[in-house]
Nanobody
Framework: VQLQASGGGLVQAGGSLRLSCAAR????????MGWYRQAPGKQRELVAT???????NYTDSVKGRFTISRDNVKRTVYLQMNNLKPDDTAVYYC?????????WGQGTLVTVSS
């Protein structure tokens, strides 16, 4: 199983980025997917999840600003991030639990300048 995340970068506060995570080695449509992030000196935290039935959940701090979605044909999960804040600065990881194993992408760095 491979999860390849991309789309991070440097953006000013109030800007937008879209992260992508392409999955290989799993029957993508069957599995829930998630985005996590880890800021410097902090623990990794859950940002958003999307189930195989497209049910979504968000941590409170990103509600109304971030949108998680998935394209089962492209086997990709997305995280659209709008109105970014400096506190959103972190390495963002995609994640799934497949075949009784938790899989992580390599992470993509998002830096929001004030």
């Amino acid at each position: 199983v491979q999860l390849q995340a991309s789309g991070g970068g440097l953006v000013q506060a109030g800007g937008s980025l879209r992260l992508s995570c392409a999955a290989r080695g799993i029957n993508f449509r069957l599995y829930d997917m998630g985005w996590y992030r880890q800021a410097p000196g902090k623990q990794r935290e859950l940002v958003a999840t999307i189930s195989s039935e497209h049910i979504v959940n968000y941590t409170d701090s990103v509600k109304g600003r971030f949108t998680i979605s998935r394209d089962n044909v492209k086997r990709t999960v997305y995280l659209q991030m709008n109105n970014l804040k400096p506190d959103d600065t972190a390495v963002y990881y995609c994640n799934t639990n497949a075949r009784s194993t938790v899989w992580w992408g390599q992470g993509t760095l998002v830096t929001v300048s004030s």
